[in-house]
Nanobody
Framework: QVQLVESGGGLVQAGDSLRLSCAAS????????MGWFRQAPGKEREFVAA????????NYADSVKGRFTISRDNAKNTVYLQMNSLKPEDTAVYYC????????????????????WGQGTQVTVSS
């Protein structure tokens, strides 16, 4: 049974940084691409960032390019999202997700590509 557990969210001020973590179990983590998505109240879930199995390719939403960095540690079965220069519009619940059907080669931006999701961690950025 695949389990994804996010952590690291919190309440910060605009301009601050946070690092989110997603610990995975129940899968051969190093074989699969991983993604981060977010959902703000009243809005649809949106893509944030994704990374291939090796970390060799990444993909970012335009809204976070240059501010957020996705990375992974396959030895720790963990994917990270470093978020710098946070803005109030980054406020959302952040979810990590695993693409179990692919070969880990595509850092997809499409939620339908992902098979398993974590429970989410809240990030709130005050102005």
């Amino acid at each position: 049974q695949v389990q994804l557990v996010e952590s690291g969210g919190g309440l910060v001020q605009a301009g601050d940084s946070l690092r989110l973590s997603c610990a995975a179990s129940g899968l051969t983590f190093s074989r699969f691409a991983m993604g981060w998505f977010r959902q703000a109240p009243g809005k649809e879930r949106e893509f944030v960032a994704a990374i291939t199995w090796s970390g060799g390719r990444t993909n970012y939403a335009d809204s976070v390019k240059g501010r957020f960095t996705i990375s992974r540690d396959n030895a720790k079965n963990t994917v990270y999202l470093q978020m710098n220069s946070l803005k109030p519009e980054d406020t959302a619940v952040y979810y990590c997700a695993a693409d179990l059907r692919g070969y880990g080669l595509v850092p997809s931006a499409f939620p339908s590509r992902y098979d398993d999701w974590g429970q989410g961690t809240q990030v709130t950025v005050s102005s």
